[in-house]
């Protein structure tokens, strides 16, 4: 792998100029140092080889090591985490550099246009698992540390995760046993995504997440449908029923109870992108009511993502007892996850039809995060973002997908000033087959991250806030 570039020390920071050559230089070994890593299927998942997991961390650590940083690979019951670090210079802030070096499942291998497991660049993009989310964030820390090399302006923590595509169960772990090494005044968290090519932008808001199972029963065993259909109500037809009544007629979540953010929306979403970007086929309308950003930011939904019942290749002719769906809530910023679960139980009670029996269970529930994006860190990292997008002004969006990692981290280090930033594009399908990375917005990433350390180097006497 790459070795980081080594400067003498010198009370002279580097200027913009000087970055901008010094990540023009690195950018070829970040790239191959990025498709090393891709190489590796480092998958958190019950299943598979956790192993790879580990070759995965020691690459990460391999680099983080040529940086200059003083290296641990650490555990606390979960995936290996590469934790490295560099003292602050007098006075100056430390940054806390954030990525994750696991990456979703391949899936169906048939759906990829190349493997998935070698990278292939096609006009522009290069395709491959992880190669966005979230390789490319922790090569975008690895390229900005390269630029500085011994005259970096700031003390750093870089810490990557090994299993936020599985749910980070260990994560708070983590951060109370290394709570010490890992406390910092800037948090940079780059894992979300750009507004679009050649717009940068900040994240300042994230939907929380409710996901659970709802059960209805009916019956205490099947029975024929024609011995009793008619009178005998099967569990099946009751949670459709249930269901239909989750969403009024104009397809907003009809949930008493659940919060709606005021509009925090400073740019346009047209409805033909947010066609063109999910797939909506030809004829088919969205739904829910207001601006597409403050439907996908501000307001909540609920979507049916699972359905267990009888296979309808093999259902007999008989009334089905129970019937289980499971349901993913997003929650609108300000919200509370367990008064929104409360609030979605006592729906689904009083809307059960036919007096059928109702059971939830909960899953998965995830805060959701807004942040005041004002003061000098945000004026630095907008500033960073400005030079290296040439001139173009970043853009501040909210993403409809919740983080949990983001308010672990909060709850840690509530004094930290948090920038949520990352590598991805509308076009980069992360999760889904056929992943990539835009090569020309990754290396402005790199540039703006590097930008993003001299100008909080340039606070230093100063604290943050």
């Not at 080889?49 to 606390?76: I, P, T, Y």
């Not at 540390?145 to 700031?154: E, N």
């Not at 899953?363 to 997008?389: H, I």
């Amino acid at each position: 792998m790459a070795r980081c570039t080594v400067f003498a020390m010198t009370d002279t920071p580097l200027t913009e100029s000087d970055l901008r050559a010094a990540i023009e230089r690195e950018m070829p070994g970040v790239r191959a140092d990025l498709e090393r890593l891709v190489r590796i299927p480092g998958i958190a998942f019950d299943g598979f080889d956790h192993s790879e997991l580990d070759r995965s961390a020691e690459a990460v650590a391999e680099l983080a090591r040529g940086c200059g940083l003083d290296v641990q690979v650490a555990s606390a019951g979960g995936r290996p985490a590469v934790i490295g670090t560099r003292a602050a210079p007098p006075g100056a802030p430390t940054v806390l550099l954030y990525a994750h070096h696991d990456v979703q499942p391949v899936g169906d291998l048939s759906l990829w246009e190349s493997d998935p497991l070698e990278p292939v660049e096609r006009d522009g993009r290069l395709y491959a698992r992880g190669v966005a989310d979230d390789k490319a964030g922790v090569m975008a820390h690895i390229a900005a540390l390269r630029a500085f090399g011994d005259a970096l302006p700031v003390g750093v923590v870089l810490f990557v995760e090994g299993e936020e595509e599985f749910g980070s169960a260990s994560l708070s772990r983590l951060l109370e046993e290394h709570h010490e090494e890992l406390d910092a005044d800037v948090i940079v968290l780059a894992d979300s995504v750009n507004w679009e090519i050649g717009t940068p932008s900040l994240t300042t808001s994230l939907r929380g997440a409710l996901s659970c199972y709802v059960e209805v029963r009916t019956l205490s065993h099947a029975v024929h449908s024609g011995m009793f259909g008619g009178p005998v109500p099967d569990a099946l037809t009751a949670l459709c029923r249930l269901i239909a009544t989750l969403h009024d007629d104009a397809g907003d979540v009809a949930v008493e109870g659940l919060h709606q953010s005021p509009s925090r929306a400073r740019v346009d979403y047209p409805v033909d992108r947010v066609r063109d970007e999910a797939g909506v086929l030809d004829g088919v309308g969205l739904i829910g009511t207001g601006g597409v950003a403050d439907r996908l930011w501000n307001k909540p939904a609920l979507s049916v993502v699972g359905l267990d019942a009888p296979a309808a290749r093999e259902a007999p002719a008989a009334l089905v007892p129970s019937a289980r769906a499971k349901l993913n809530v997003r929650l609108a910023p300000g919200d509370d996850p367990g008064k929104a679960y409360a609030a979605l139980e006592a729906h689904l009670r009083e809307h059960a039809p036919w007096g059928a029996q109702v059971s939830l269970d909960l899953e998965l529930s995830v805060p959701a995060y807004a942040v005041d994006a004002s003061g000098p860190v945000y004026d630095a990292a907008r500033a960073a973002f400005r030079a290296a997008w040439d001139g173009i002004e970043p853009v501040d969006i909210g993403v409809g997908g919740g983080i949990p990692f983001v308010s672990v981290f909060g709850g840690f280090f509530p004094s930290a000033v948090t920038l949520l930033t990352g590598v991805e594009d509308p076009q980069t399908n992360a999760h889904s087959p056929n992943e990539s990375l835009h090569l020309g917005e990754f290396a402005r990433v790199c540039l703006a991250e590097a930008l993003l350390l001299a100008n909080l180097g340039a606070t230093a006497g100063r604290t943050p806030s």
